[in-house]
């Protein structure tokens, strides 16, 4: 079956744009966890989505929202962009999540920030 | 909140040497689970421990689960250079969340 689809996977934007990064996960799997990762902090947890219902929040200021579809893809918005914000923003879907089952990871989006 | 601290940041080995990193959650888990993600790549599920003492291979790696269900390890025997990648342990970090170690960078000299 197919995999976790990101898209788009590089990105350039410039401070004060906005961006939004989408998710497909895969077939049947309603959870869809998003991450941020950067050289110096490792993996950090945005939020994670079940069934279109946003279940926990990682520590991120409010420019970074997320929502899910009815059909379990998911999209991530980040407003008012700062140089901070470059990272690779990977998506991961679940069965169940909550870190009960594996996660499958996306190829991640690239986003850079300037 | 739950914390999951993972050692060493970072490790150079020579080709054939074994390799181990460790893993140590603030909390009790209900189960670890292990990732490698290879450079440019992205993190690839490799296996879940659920059971207190639970030890599992696959060929040259070797996970274990503390008897506490707090800490975790895996182990690479003599090592290859496809073993190269950063190596995440991760748990359930309550109300529905994955919290990721921060890694173990593998290298290795050919």
Known sequence: KAGVTQTPRYLIKTRGQQVTLSCSPISGHRSVSWYQQTPGQGLQFLFEYFSETQRNKGNFPGRFSGRQFSNSRSEMNVSTLELGDSALYLCASSFTGGGKTEAFFGQGTRLTVV | ?110
């Open chain 2, 1 to 110: 909140g739950q914390q999951v601290m993972q050692i060493p940041q970072y490790q150079h080995v020579q080709e054939g040497e074994d390799f181990t990193t460790y893993c140590n959650s603030s909390t009790t888990l209900s189960n670890i689970q292990w990732y490698k993600q290879r450079p440019g790549g992205h993190p690839v599920f490799l296996i879940q421990l659920v059971k207190s003492g639970e030890v599992k291979k696959q060929k040259r790696l070797t996970f274990q689960f503390g008897e506490a269900k707090k800490n975790s390890s895996l182990h690479i025997t003599a090592t290859q250079t496809t073993d190269v990648g950063t190596y995440f342990c991760a748990g359930p970090g309550g109300a529905q969340k994955l919290v990721f170690g921060q890694g173990t960078r593998l290298t290795i000299n050919p």
